[in-house]
């Protein structure tokens, strides 16, 4: 699985409960169209954290990175209904940041042959 990583946090007078449920749309539809396989939102607890990454941070799992880029491509397109959900959760937002990280060993990893 390759788990592509977002870290945000609500724009002022945006109300927590609202923007889960957008994501929970958004993702929803990505995950119904077939484009991800899963997501996950969490939330900072007790404010422990990473200085510098959001308070919301939303997990969204593909099969490898050719289904991450029908996702892209999905979204891109910027027709709706899909804009319509990425914008409701994108207006909501600042501070935006996004890493991109897999499971490991990869399945495919073969051991016995590394040169360094």
Known sequence: MDIYDIWVDLKPGQ???DFVEHVGRY???????????GFRI????????????GE???AI????????????QSVSTRADPVET???AVNSRV??????LYRDFPDPHRRTGEEKF
């Open 56 to 58: 919301f941070h939303i």
């Open 94 to 99: 600042v501070n935006f940041q996004a890493a």
């Open 61 to 72: 799992e593909t099969r490898d990175l050719a289904q991450l880029e029908r996702a892209f």
């Open 27 to 37: 993702l929803g539809k990505l995950k119904a169209d077939g484009h991800i396989e």
């Open 15 to 17: 109300r927590d409960l």
């Open 42 to 53: 969490s939330r900072k607890k007790l404010g422990f954290g990473i200085p510098g990454l």
């Open 85 to 87: 959900f990425h914008h």
